[in-house]
């Protein structure tokens, strides 16, 4: 009935160690033009920040934080759909801004992606089986018989049978069609999954489903994946590695089971406390954190955090805290450390 | 908080929802049964095609039309009058007065091309004797403030673009509270606000229940909200509820097979967890339900006798049932097959 994945606590590693993708101080800033004709800049968004972080070969970097904080943004920049305005983005090493020609390629083929909704990412006129070798076909030719093998394959991987790769998306259901898109994902053998949101849109019985085939094909495959969530559960599952973000900048930084057991951030204890209890005797330390993410058009100053923030002080508004290391392995943006 | 009254505020017996197509008849309700008492907060829980959004709108007397309908022999008494029987004007003095819903999606509830006070008025204009303009924008800004509008003055005159799905959501809530009900029925109410956003609106209803002292009945797929809100829950599944009990004895001692397996596929926020449960299959379709036990083909102690006749309900307790034909003590050894 279960298949089981792993015995450790958290998903298990592959890698070396080794990091596949590294960002150096991203930044990506939007702007803000009025007038038709002439137009003028009038501001801009600054929707990522200045973020670091490394995906290590084989594991799971989650970017948790509410709506507007930049972990999409910060997705679609891995992916290449973004350019960053400032910042470097590595590669196995090598500035991904500066690949052309066969390497960019190698690198889209590299880099793939899930989306949240099953609905809208697969094509209702293709074929299942299309669907999934598309990528495939496109990046390397080849026959039609070793193309029908990988095909079998990858949908013996993702738990779908053979024969469902002459149907079409629409005779399957939402948990299924995750499989499928999973499926054409890991078509190209990729180094990386962007994975947004991928279990959200999906019912609580075959949420678990998913959860646990993408820990079982990371394992498989040796992949790393980036995971955007809001659920923090779904975070502690599935991640080795947790970033918090709020309004464009990283506040913390730290291993799955050090963040949850030593969140220091206040805006993490808060997202922490405001998470669903999992049994109705669990209390939560009460830490009301009153109105709501400001607008990143127009950020307050020093700390974005500070007018949400319990724990305020008085230099809170006036300098902008660094991320700085707590120990070697936990990093936080906070003036109370 | 359970009330001392014991008189139910709410009964439904027997409601059967069907939908009438071309194809068949869809039971999307089949037999539920449930009571509501004043001051009671229920937690309806289930996946998408469980029923539990139907059952509230069957409640709400707003069943789509003509494909929908409440079969004879079904029951919603509200203060020991049947709903059901009510004429079409009958009805409307009850909905927003009596019994008020609260949507998912704040976006779509509200009207764009009014402001947000007068849609609270509109709503205060058919429940309030005092029909002078100046009072009744006078109580629409008391409700606003109520919910915990920032500066409700200034917010009266707003759109609903020019607020953020939090603040929306509050406004939907006043809207609900202008007719002082007796019953409040959240339908996925918190499902699209931020984490810390939902936070605030749940502690909100809290305080308007403790407040007012109304039921409310909370549909929802997430047993996070039902573990913090709820004081009774109900498990649907396939349109029939599997078990109902209170909180507490719901989360320690389930009896429904579906109960257990979904309680033990969700993550975890407050502990690492080694390997989530997964239960396998999807719901059964409503318009073709197996002959015996809906849950049968995903259940792991399914036995001959549940492919064969659907389970009755059976009583552990008075305040704990569960339909499984396990809780008989003639089957209670049976061997999974």
């Known amino acids: 009935m279960t298949q089981a994945v792993s015995d450790a606590a958290t998903p298990s590693t592959n890698g070396n160690g080794n990091s596949i993708i590294e960002l150096e101080n991203i930044r990506k800033y939007f702007p803000i033009t009025r007038g038709v004709l002439l137009r003028r800049l009038v501001g801009e968004v600054k929707a990522v920040d200045g973020v670091s972080f490394q995906i290590k070969e084989g594991e799971t970097y989650s970017l948790v934080g509410e709506s507007g904080c930049g972990k999409t943004t910060t997705a679609r920049m891995v992916l290449q759909v973004e350019t960053p305005s400032e910042g470097v983005m590595k590669f196995n090493g090598k500035d991904a801004s500066r690949f052309t020609g066969p390497e960019r390629r190698e690198y889209r083929a590299s880099v793939q992606a899930v989306f949240q909704d099953p609905w809208s990412s697969l094509n209702p006129r293709m074929r299942v089986g299309s669907i999934i070798l598309e990528p495939l076909l496109t990046n390397q030719p080849m026959g039609k018989h070793e193309a029908q093998e990988h095909l079998q394959t990858l949908l013996r991987d993702v738990g779908l049978r053979q024969a469902q790769g002459e149907y079409y998306p629409h005779e399957f259901s939402g948990g299924q069609r995750q499989r499928i898109a999973i499926a054409r994902a890991l078509s190209l053998r990729p180094k990386l999954i962007v994975l947004d949101e991928p279990v959200s849109a999906l019912d609580v019985s075959i949420r678990a489903q998913i959860m646990n085939l993408l820990r079982q094909l990371q394992d498989q495959y040796g992949v790393s994946f980036l995971l955007i969530a809001h659920n923090l559960a779904t975070v502690r599952y599935m991640s080795h590695q947790v970033g918090v973000m709020y309004l464009g900048r990283m506040v913390e930084q730290a291993p799955v089971r050090e963040l949850f057991s030593n969140p220091s951030h206040p805006y993490t204890k808060a997202l922490i406390a405001a998470s669903l209890p999992s049994h109705p005797d669990i209390e939560r330390e009460e830490m009301v954190i009153s109105g709501e993410v400001p607008s990143p058009l127009n950020p307050p100053s020093g700390c974005h955090f500070h007018p949400r923030c319990p724990m305020v002080m008085e230099r809170c508004s006036v300098d902008d805290p660094v991320l700085r290391q707590l120990s070697p392995i936990h990093e936080v943006a906070c003036h109370l450390f | ?337």
């Not at chain 2, 009266?156 to 609900?176: C, D, E, Y």
């Open chain 2, 1 to 337: 908080m359970v009330a001392a009254d014991t008189r139910p505020i709410l009964e439904v017996k027997d409601l059967r929802t069907y939908f009438h197509t071309r194809t068949g008849v869809v039971k999307a309700v089949d037999g539920v049964n449930f009571e509501l008492y004043p001051g009671e907060t229920l937690g309806v829980v289930g996946e998408s095609g469980s029923g539990k959004s139907m059952t509230s709108l069957s409640i709400m007397g707003l069943v789509p039309q003509p494909a929908g309908r409440i079969e004879e022999g079904s029951q919603i008494l509200y203060r020991g009058e049947n709903l059901l029987e009510k004429s079409a004007s009958e009805m409307r003095q009850i909905r927003g007065k009596e019994i008020c819903m609260i949507l998912q999606d704040p976006m779509t509830s509200l009207n764009p091309v009014y402001t947000v006070g007068n849609q609270v008025i509109e709503t205060l204009r058919q429940n309030d004797d005092d029909q002078r303009s100046t009072s009744l924008k006078e109580k629409a800004i008391e409700l606003l403030s109520k919910v915990k509008i920032p500066a409700p003055d200034s917010r009266f005159s707003n759109f609903p673009h020019q607020m953020s799905g939090g603040m929306r959501q509050r406004v939907v809530g006043a809207i609900a509270m202008a007719g002082a009900p007796n019953v409040l029925i959240a339908d996925e109410a918190t499902t699209s606000l931020d984490a810390t956003i939902q936070y605030q609106y749940l502690s909100l209803l809290k305080e308007l229940q403790e407040e007012t002292g109304m039921a409310i009945i909370f549909v929802t797929h997430d047993f996070g909200i039902v573990a913090k809100m709820c004081d009774r829950v109900a498990v649907m599944y396939a349109g029939r509820i599997a078990e109902i009990a209170d909180v507490r004895e719901l989360f320690n001692n389930p009896q429904h097979p579906y109960t257990e397996a979904l309680m033990r596929s969700v993550p975890n926020v407050d502990e690492d967890i080694d390997f989530l449960y997964s239960i396998e299959g999807q719901p059964p379709a409503l318009d073709n339900l197996p002959p015996g036990c809906t849950f049968a083909d995903r259940c792991p102690y399914v036995f001959d006798k549940c492919l064969e006749e659907f389970p009755p309900a059976v009583a552990s307790d008075a305040r704990h049932i569960a339909t499984c034909w396990r809780l008989i003590p003639e089957f209670a050894n049976q061997e999974a097959r």
